[in-house]
């Protein structure tokens, strides 16, 4: 992320340069938290913590997502787009 934002953040908003700061800061929480050697309920717990946090500032860059899952496809909304799913994908009987 910091390589990216270095590399990309004059040719983005204000808005979404500091959506994306916001996001790398939370990556390095996580990274922490694991080098932190917690016991595994805490990590866990703290891991989903920060990465509901994570969600709140939106997608990540584009570029990142097809770097981390070469080949991966995302829709208009920016989310990945799942095998199978579509029109001729049964709602699920959960929802």
């Given at each position: 992320y ?6 990309n953040g ?18 390095a929480?996580?990274?922490?938290v694991?080098?932190?050697k917690l ?10 913590e920060?990465?509901?946090?994570m969600?709140e ?12 899952s ?7 909304d ?14 699920c009987?959960?929802?």
């Open positions: 910091p390589d990216w934002l270095r590399d004059d040719k983005l908003s204000s808005q979404d340069r500091e959506r994306y700061q916001k996001q790398s800061e939370v990556i929480e996580i990274a922490r694991f080098e932190a016991p595994e309920k805490e990590e866990a717990k703290q891991v989903v920060l990465m509901q946090k969600q500032y939106g997608n990540p860059p584009e570029e990142l997502l097809k770097e981390l070469p080949g991966m496809e995302t829709g208009p920016g989310l990945p787009k799942l095998p199978g799913g579509g029109s001729d994908m049964p709602e009987p959960v929802m």
